[in-house]
């Protein structure tokens, strides 16, 4: 107890370069209430020296926002994997281990590649289309209902931590990641996106879609937003098997 009033003790494991061995490095430092991993790792930064007493070279990661939007300081925190701004240190058992997400290629340390779930959003056409950049007014009501289940879904930050809690995504499959489900299901919903569901659907009805969802729940035990993501999964699952249904009768289903 005197030790974490004194000092945080943190096991970082760093990576050179994406081809280097990943290797664990140590440090002590000062400690101060109500610092969060961020602050940690900031400290490192400023007087990147290991717990030997060695120099070293400042640790690498990402970050933008600062405060739970951006979803870019994704790490594993404790064998969890989570927003470095939002994780507190006077929560966390020590010493504190911080890993980079495995489900990602890593850069440098704890920095990340997340190029495959922006893939994802391009592949299930995660968008809202316009007709062209004039003025054309305000767009079509929403019904009330329907906009606050829309806002629940629209906090997607595309942190990564749903794919990282998934069994389904490893090296061994090519299914997008439970995310993609929320994402199609809002655009869906949306009073213009809406033209374009049919279009949507049969993205995600293709390889590494729907299918490879086998149901585990720990994306949605996981999600830092609390996104309701498995309650997207049954709903775009249910609009698969009528948009097979209707292609299979050509449409008059």
Not at 42 to 68: A, F, H, Y
Not at 142 to 166: D, F, H, I, P
Request: proline letters at 7%.
């Amino acid at each position: 107890m005197e030790e974490k009033k004194e000092h945080i003790h943190v096991i970082i494991q760093r990576k050179d370069d994406p081809d280097s061995e990943s290797y664990k490095e140590e440090f002590l430092i000062p400690y101060r209430p109500s610092m969060n991993i961020i602050s940690v790792l900031m400290e490192i930064r400023q007087n990147p020296v290991n717990k030997d007493g060695e120099p070293t070279s400042p640790v690498q990661w990402d970050m933008n926002c600062l405060e739970e939007v951006c979803g870019a300081c994704s790490m594993v925190i404790n064998g969890k994997a989570q927003q470095a701004c939002a994780t507190l240190v006077d929560k966390l058992s020590q010493p504190i281990r911080i890993e980079p997400m495995e489900t990602f290629p890593v850069v440098r340390d704890l920095y990340i590649e997340r190029e495959r779930m922006f893939d994802a959003l391009k592949r299930v056409k995660a968008w809202i289309p316009i007709d062209g950049t004039y003025d054309i007014g305000p767009g079509p009501r929403m019904a009330e209902n329907k906009r606050q289940w829309a806002y629940e879904l629209s906090k997607c930050m595309t942190c990564g931590v749903c794919l990282e809690a998934c069994p389904n995504v490893n090296d061994r499959s090519d299914f997008m990641g439970p995310f993609a489900f929320s994402q199609v299901q809002l655009k869906n919903m949306h009073p213009t996106g809406e033209m374009n569901s049919e279009e949507r659907l049969a993205s995600f009805m293709g390889e590494g879609g729907l299918e490879w969802c086998g149901n585990s729940q720990n994306c949605v035990q996981s999600c830092p937003k609390g996104i309701p993501l498995t309650t997207s999964i049954a709903a775009i699952n249910r609009k698969a098997t009528v948009q097979s249904f209707r292609s299979f009768f050509g449409g008059n289903y």
